[in-house]
């Protein structure tokens, strides 16, 4: 059994030729992986840069798109501007409480008018009847003629 002479004298302690072994291989366990590692932060560096490069054109395209509705927006924007005041006026005729009659108004001039109407139409067909029937017959005076 080996003791270390500097032990308990706040000196550090001097690895053994174990701990020198088992600290080789986890460094070169570590060194054969770092090929792997690297890859894979290759790997994630490019599918960043994809990933940047989509973002780019994403933005590129929305602001293309908010362009062109600005545009549209400058050019409606006077017009629409314009009919405010009619749009104004038609608001307030409509809260005329006058406007509120016209449904009823509208079906009384139906009720009304409708059979008054229907009772002409039928009147001028008979009328329209007798008139062809009065074309067709031949007059009387043209017979004492031949």
Do not use: C, K
């Amino acid at each position: 059994m080996l003791v270390d002479p500097f032990r308990g004298l706040g000196m550090p302690r001097i690895p053994g030729f174990g701990e020198l072994v088992a600290l080789l291989q986890t460094q070169t366990e570590a060194l054969s992986q770092l090929p792997r590692t690297l890859a894979d932060l290759n790997g994630a560096v490019r599918e960043l840069t994809a990933a940047t490069t989509a973002a780019r054109d994403t933005i590129a395209s929305a602001q293309r798109m908010a362009e062109r509705l600005e545009g549209l927006v400058e050019e409606l924007e006077e017009p629409v501007r314009a009919l405010r005041p009619g749009i104004e006026r038609v608001g307030r005729v409509l809260d005329d409480p006058a406007v509120d009659t016209v449904p009823e108004t509208l079906r009384r001039i139906h009720d009304d008018l409708m059979p008054l109407i229907h009772s002409l139409r039928q009147a001028q067909s008979r009328v329209g009847s007798v008139t062809g029937l009065l074309r067709r017959r031949p007059a009387d005076d043209e017979d004492d003629g031949y």
